[in-house]
């Protein structure tokens, strides 16, 4: 293929990608995050030093080309500004801060600040209020769903099933509780795998086979929305239905559906889900989970001061911030939840967490909801697929997509698995040309184009870059 070919190619690409991204309902929104310059990306110092030889002068203000936002988004300017009030809040208010509103500060007092941040998440994962908890950290919170759930009778039910690729988080908890309980999981692990697939995905026969052969004695089920590795979107709702055919509990992990695709918990009767908050919710690094647990399975049905209010609502691990709000600074030593999913609380949230999550969470109100999110990112997802099939052959050669090409099986998520040998020259070459990814050794990269601040010319960028990268890694092997 010609140089003038490869031109022609590219400038297709990018002149398809102007049209796209005027048309971009959404494309306002890029302006509400902080998207690093090349020249930031390259950078070992925290501030910005002058007289670099090996940037381009224009490398301090191009954009990088972000398109990891399924390991971690980028920060909301507005972030900076609801944290330095937060922070305002407490140096001038103090433990008043609790309790006190300002007049002049959007933030809710901090022991409201939970609620707020349910109100503002329920929508993204379609629930009720009462059924979404703000708090903790994605695997404390499987950890909590499971010592709730999990009731393993060795002589019945005790089998929890998961898939065999699952994030190591969720395989370590899954094997913690089974030992916890005094069980071995060489008998009461179940993991599913696809005896047909060569990408390591999973068809809902796969998965719904798993489950029917071992129905009598499974206890639980934990299965992830969307599969970290491959990308693939599972389908929720009907796995859900036949495990309740089967009377078998099921936990989901969102951590890679939230916020990326549209969901509907509450409708498709989802037993409990758990989530991080740092991918396509950009809270920042590690920042506090989510929790839904579906309004049936937390009822309480007795008060305080009944004879044995314990018999009305689950066994939970109890922490006072699941108790009732309107008795929790009595200091009484008595639990007794309030309803929903906030009285699986345990203690008091942190606000700086809180209160970064919840500044990202009035962009997604900003956009419409999901719906929106979805639809575009379903187009700038094509797009880059696109982009793909039309780089040089040679190129072509030494990947392959391992993503679902059915849209409606996938979210923002192309994981791409490369020939042997080549991961670490790619990677390299992306650093060069200003391309931040995600790697999955030995051989597979991500690329999520995050629909909130990508653009479809960012899709162009990243073909361009990868088919030099590739090519370059070849002749270096």
């Known amino acids: 293929m010609s140089a003038s070919s490869d031109q022609s190619r590219f400038s297709n690409l990018a002149s398809q990608a102007n049209i796209l991204d005027g048309e971009d309902t959404l494309r306002h929104l890029r302006d509400e995050f902080n998207v690093p310059t090349k020249a930031d990306i390259r950078r070992t110092t925290l501030q910005h030093q002058q007289d670099r030889s090996d940037t381009t002068p224009t490398d301090g203000t191009t954009p990088c080309t972000y398109l990891c936002g399924n390991s971690l988004g980028l920060q909301p300017k507005r972030t900076a500004t609801r944290i330095n009030q937060y922070l305002q809040t407490w140096s001038t208010q103090a433990v008043q801060g609790h309790f006190k509103p300002l007049d002049d500060s959007p933030l809710p007092t901090w022991l409201d600040a939970d609620v707020r941040a349910a109100q503002l998440m329920s929508p993204v994962v379609g629930a009720d209020e009462s059924e979404v908890a703000v708090m903790q950290t994605l695997t404390a919170n499987l950890h909590l769903l499971m010592s709730a759930f999990y009731r393993p009778d060795p002589k019945g039910r005790h089998k929890i099933i998961l898939e065999s690729k699952a994030f190591p988080s969720d395989h370590f908890a899954v094997l913690s509780q089974i030992r916890h309980h005094g069980l071995d999981p060489a008998t009461s692990m179940v993991t599913i795998e696809s005896p047909y697939s060569e990408n390591s995905l999973l068809t809902t026969y796969d998965i719904q086979s798993v489950i029917s052969k071992h129905a009598s004695d499974t206890a639980l089920i934990l299965l992830p929305g969307i599969q970290y590795y491959t990308g693939q979107l599972l389908d929720i709702p009907t796995i859900t239905a036949f495990a309740h055919k089967h009377d078998i509990f099921i936990i989901w992990d969102l951590a890679h559906a939230v916020g990326n695709v549209p969901l509907h918990l509450h409708d498709w009767d989802v037993d409990a889900a758990a989530w991080c908050t740092y991918k396509y919710l950009n809270g920042g690094p590690g920042c506090i989970g989510g929790m839904f647990i579906n309004s049936r399975n937390s009822l309480v049905t007795t008060t305080i001061t009944d004879e044995e209010p314990e018999r009305g609502y689950g066994k939970r691990l109890s922490g006072w911030w699941g108790n009732d709000k309107a008795t929790r600074f009595q200091m009484q030593t008595k639990f007794h939840p309030v309803k929903g999913a906030a009285g699986f609380q345990l203690s008091n949230p942190s606000i700086l ?44 050669e030494v990947f392959r997509i391992i993503t679902p090409s059915d849209p409606d099986q996938r979210g923002a998520q192309l994981s791409i698995l490369l020939a042997d040998n080549l991961l670490n020259s790619v990677m390299k070459e992306f650093e060069k040309s200003g391309i931040v990814v995600d790697e999955r050794k030995p051989n597979v990269i991500r690329v999520a184009p995050a629909p909130l601040y990508n653009t479809f010319k960012d899709c162009v960028a990243f073909a361009q870059a990868f088919e030099a990268a590739l090519l370059a890694a070849q002749k270096a092997v």
């Not at 982009?387 to 052959?393: D, G, I, P, Q, T």
């Open 353 to 396: 967490d809180i209160t970064s999550l919840s500044a990202s969470l009035e962009i997604f109100q900003l956009a419409g909801g999901v719906s929106p999110i979805r639809e575009k990112s379903k187009k700038l997802t094509a797009f880059l697929e696109q982009c793909l099939s039309l780089l040089a052959e040679e190129a072509k």
